[in-house]
């Protein structure tokens, strides 16, 4: 059987790697079975690619899990050279039978199936010899006589299994719980991997990405740690008390914290913290690798979160979940701290405190709420200490709730989603209706007359809530950055082409000034991130702040759609997107001081025409995402600074030998 203790002691059959040691001949016999022990084996050069494919082959603990490359080069070639050994054993096995096997010697082993193995014989016992199978990383006993020499072509494919350990499942890597949840999840499954650190055991992430979202294989099993006594079970057509709202989404979910064993809990342990600290400094626990799915603490407001990794924008920059509020923001990695050691188990035995909300009858999988609507429910509910909620419907992963302030409670008329559903916060977006029959809401009969609600019905947006839109709303200014200097005429410039089509539209960056386009990339993350939505009034051919793909560019507002979506144009990559309105902010005067990065060019030296797809990609794959040296031919003026186009000649300097002058391989075509 697959015995793992030995490889787990071994580090996976130890020496594995190394070339067995040369033993004093005593016999010919025993020479010509020594012919090849001191070949060395290459070692496993881990994949170059961002997400290599590993097949999980089995684990000892979580510090100690047997993974095989899948690929090519790796597992394919494995198979490639099994079938050579298969093929040559069944000619030479009688010259290559080993009669006096040694601890160490790496051997062929005729395994089950008629496969043959590469094999590292770990102990002998009589006829009997324990092997470790080198590329998969178990072991068996088998019989003396199944064993042979290793030919010496065969000593050419480094061993194909690998020692990892899983990220942020360390500290508990032989909790019996948690090893065997690991094991469940992953053995004789094929994931892609996340190489953190390429040392000789590699901290590793499994992905399962089989499914509509990728799943953190080890964030998944971190859960089961978590004291199932301090789970929160919500009930239909119960009450709660004391409801704390912390966080209201812009498509109008909410998170809440309700009362429990595990709140008490969590607020138990965080003052523990606040102590702890107290006589300490954070500093000695800053984070090193920080990486998606590890939960660490954030001295947030002058307290002490637990949050959660979920993107890792830079050495410099992420973005956190607060996991006992639903909050998400962009920080810094200095602002984080690794949880103490002896709070860890403690404080990874808690649930999230907060739960993930809905307003019954009102619309849900929209893509957002008004802009009025959502302040004002933030405004009404957000961190009201003592709020009340009747749950009336339990989907997996949401609850549906009537919400209700103190003064209010339980009038079901009187519930925050009858009051936003009365008020007039609507009609600035035609594509959100609000049709809630009156007797959908709990408790109402035919004969109720309506009630007068705190916001007034017939009043509207802008009278019903001035204090908040007065507040909140940022007129977009109109300075304009500085014009990027460009250079003239025969004068050369190293360059990053962010972007290409084709010979005549492509995208260029100043190579100098990636750095400083790098720092106001991480800055506006961590501001607009971090500061709440406010109502813009977006118009066509403006400037302004936008989130796309999880950061935040500069943006040229190219179209509005009635869908509430807009076409943007980013004035530092060179790319057009397609957005929510909602996610569009006032560009403010601080990151308007860089003068926009995307340089529009087109090629020089070549004649226009209407290039074919084919002759495009030829283009693209020579320059796209590649820093190249650009020599001007013409700089054309345009009104705007995104108007102007430089007519470039490009050259890969990248060859010792020659430089690559790019119109050449496009004429040539």
């Given at each position: 059987?697959k015995d793992?203790?030995?490889?787990?002691?071994?580090?996976t059959c130890?020496?594995?790697?190394?070339?067995?040691?040369?033993?004093s001949?005593?016999?010919?016999?025993?020479s010509q079975?020594?012919?090849?022990e001191h070949?060395?084996?290459p070692?496993?050069?881990?994949?170059?690619e961002?997400?290599?494919s590993?097949?999980?082959?089995?684990?000892?603990s979580?510090n100690?899990?047997?993974?095989?490359?899948v690929?090519?080069?790796?597992?394919?070639a494995?198979?490639?050279?099994?079938?050579?050994?298969?093929?040559?054993?069944?000619?030479?096995?009688?010259v290559?039978?080993?009669q006096?096997?040694?601890?160490?010697q790496?051997v062929?082993?005729?395994?089950e199936e008629?496969?043959?193995?590469?094999?590292?014989i770990?102990?002998t016992?009589?006829?009997r010899?324990k092997?470790?199978?080198v590329?998969?990383?178990?072991?068996?006993?088998?019989?003396?006589s199944?064993?042979?020499?290793?030919?010496?072509q065969?000593?050419r494919l480094?061993f194909?299994?690998?020692?990892?350990?899983?990220a942020?499942?360390?500290?508990?890597?032989?909790d019996?719980?948690?090893?065997?949840?690991?094991?469940?999840?992953t053995?004789?499954?094929i994931?892609?991997v996340?190489?953190?650190?390429?040392?000789?055991v590699?901290?590793?992430?499994?992905?399962?990405?089989?499914?509509?979202?990728?799943?953190?294989?080890?964030a998944t099993?971190?859960?089961?740690?978590?004291?199932?006594s301090?789970?929160l079970?919500?009930q239909?057509?119960a009450?709660?008390?004391?409801?704390r709202?912390?966080?209201?989404c812009s498509?109008?979910?909410?998170?809440?914290?309700?009362?429990s064993?595990?709140?008490?809990?969590?607020?138990?342990?965080?003052?523990?913290?606040?102590?702890?600290?107290h006589?300490?400094?954070?500093?000695?626990?800053?984070?090193?690798?920080?990486?998606?799915?590890?939960?660490?603490l954030?001295?947030y407001k002058g307290?002490?979160?637990r949050?959660?990794i979920?993107s890792?924008h830079?050495?410099?920059?992420?973005?956190?979940r607060?996991?006992d509020?639903?909050?998400v923001?962009?920080?810094?990695v200095?602002e984080?701290?690794?949880?103490?050691?002896?709070?860890l188990?403690?404080?990874?035995?808690?649930p999230?405190?907060?739960?993930?909300c809905?307003l019954?009858?009102?619309p849900l999988n929209?893509?957002?709420?008004?802009?009025?609507?959502?302040?004002?429910?933030?405004?009404?509910?957000?961190?009201?200490?003592?709020?009340?909620?009747?749950?009336v419907?339990?989907?997996k992963?949401?609850?549906?709730i009537?919400?209700?302030?103190p003064?209010?409670?339980?009038?079901?008329?009187?519930?925050i989603?009858?009051?936003?559903?009365?008020?007039?916060?609507w009609?600035?977006?035609?594509?959100?209706?609000?049709?809630?029959p009156?007797?959908?809401?709990?408790?109402r009969?035919e004969t109720?007359l309506?009630?007068?609600s705190?916001?007034?019905?017939?009043?509207?947006?802008t009278?019903?809530?001035?204090?908040?839109?007065?507040?909140?709303k940022?007129?977009?200014?109109?300075?304009?950055?500085?014009?990027?200097?460009?250079?003239?005429?025969?004068e050369?410039?190293?360059?990053?082409?962010?972007?290409?089509?084709?010979?005549?539209?492509?995208?260029?960056q100043?190579?100098?000034?990636?750095?400083?386009?790098?720092?106001?990339?991480?800055?506006?993350?961590?501001?607009y991130?971090?500061?709440?939505?406010g109502?813009?009034?977006?118009?066509?051919?403006?400037?302004?702040?936008a989130k796309?793909?999880?950061?935040?560019?500069?943006?040229?507002i190219?179209g509005?759609?009635?869908?509430?979506?807009?076409?943007v144009?980013?004035?530092?990559?060179?790319k057009?997107e397609l957005?929510?309105?909602?996610?569009i902010?006032?560009?403010?005067?601080?990151?308007?001081?860089?003068?926009?990065?995307?340089?529009?060019?087109?090629?020089a030296?070549?004649g226009w025409?209407?290039?074919?797809?084919?002759?495009s990609?030829?283009?693209?794959?020579?320059?796209?995402?590649?820093p190249?040296v650009?020599?001007?031919?013409?700089?054309?003026?345009?009104?705007?600074?995104?108007?102007?186009k430089?007519i470039?000649f490009?050259v890969?300097?990248?060859?010792?030998?020659?430089d690559?002058?790019?119109h050449d391989?496009?004429?040539q075509?």
């Open positions: 059987g793992l203790n030995i490889i787990a002691k071994k580090s130890e020496g594995m790697q190394k070339p067995a040691e040369h033993q001949t005593k016999a010919k016999q025993d079975e020594e012919d090849f070949i060395p084996v070692p496993l050069i881990i994949p170059e961002v997400s290599p590993v097949l999980v082959v089995d684990l000892y979580t100690d899990v047997i993974v095989r490359y690929g090519a080069n790796y597992s394919g494995q198979e490639s050279m099994e079938e050579k050994m298969k093929d040559w054993y069944s000619r030479n096995a009688s290559s039978q080993i006096s096997p040694k601890v160490g790496l062929a082993a005729l395994a008629d496969a043959w193995l590469r094999a590292k770990i102990s016992e009589g006829n010899i092997v470790c199978y590329d998969y990383g178990f072991n068996e006993i088998i019989e003396n199944r064993v042979y020499k290793l030919a010496k065969f000593y480094p194909q299994a690998s020692k990892c350990k899983l942020g499942l360390e500290a508990f890597d032989d019996p719980i948690l090893v065997k949840m690991v094991e469940s999840q053995c004789g499954k994931f892609a996340e190489i953190l650190e390429k040392s000789d590699p901290r590793i992430i499994l992905y399962d990405t089989s499914g509509d979202d990728d799943i953190n294989i080890n099993c971190l859960k089961v740690l978590q004291d199932k301090l789970e079970h919500l239909v057509d009450l709660y008390t004391d409801v709202v912390t966080n209201v498509d109008g979910t909410l998170y809440c914290q309700v009362p064993k595990g709140l008490t809990r969590l607020f138990e342990i965080l003052r523990k913290l606040e102590n702890y600290f006589h300490r400094q954070a500093t000695g626990y800053s984070i090193a690798l920080p990486f998606c799915g590890m939960i660490c954030l001295h307290k002490w979160a949050v959660e979920i890792v830079s050495s410099r920059t992420l973005d956190v607060f996991m509020t639903g909050t923001a962009s920080v810094k200095l984080l701290i690794e949880i103490p050691s002896i709070f188990r403690e404080i990874i035995a808690i999230s405190q907060a739960i993930k809905c019954a009858d009102l929209i893509s957002m709420w008004t802009p009025d609507a959502v302040l004002w429910l933030r405004d009404t509910v957000l961190n009201c200490p003592d709020c009340s909620m009747k749950v419907k339990l989907d992963q949401i609850a549906h009537y919400l209700f302030t003064k209010n409670f339980p009038d079901p008329d009187r519930s989603n009858r009051q936003i559903t009365s008020a007039d916060l009609k600035h977006q035609k594509d959100v209706f609000l049709n809630v009156l007797t959908n809401l709990p408790g009969r109720d309506p009630i007068q705190s916001l007034g019905p017939k009043q509207s947006s009278d019903t809530v001035p204090h908040i839109l007065e507040s909140r940022v007129e977009t200014n109109v300075n304009m950055p500085p014009t990027l200097p460009l250079l003239q005429s025969r050369q410039m190293d360059v990053f082409v962010a972007l290409a089509c084709h010979p005549g539209y492509f995208i260029l100043s190579w100098q000034e990636m750095h400083k386009l790098e720092m106001l990339m991480e800055e506006m993350l961590l501001y991130n971090t500061t709440e939505d109502a813009v009034s977006v118009e066509k051919n403006k400037i302004y702040a796309v793909k999880n950061k935040w560019h500069r943006v040229l190219k509005l759609l009635a869908n509430g979506l807009v076409t144009y980013e004035l530092d990559y060179g057009h957005i929510c309105i909602q996610n902010r006032p560009l403010v005067d601080m990151f308007r001081q860089l003068p926009f990065q995307a340089i529009t060019a087109q090629l030296g070549i025409q209407q290039w074919s797809e084919e002759a990609i030829v283009f693209r794959n020579h320059v796209e995402q590649k190249l650009a020599q001007v031919e013409t700089i054309i003026e345009g009104i705007n600074p995104w108007d102007r430089a470039v490009l890969d300097t990248s060859l010792p030998e020659k690559i002058w790019i391989i496009m004429n075509l």
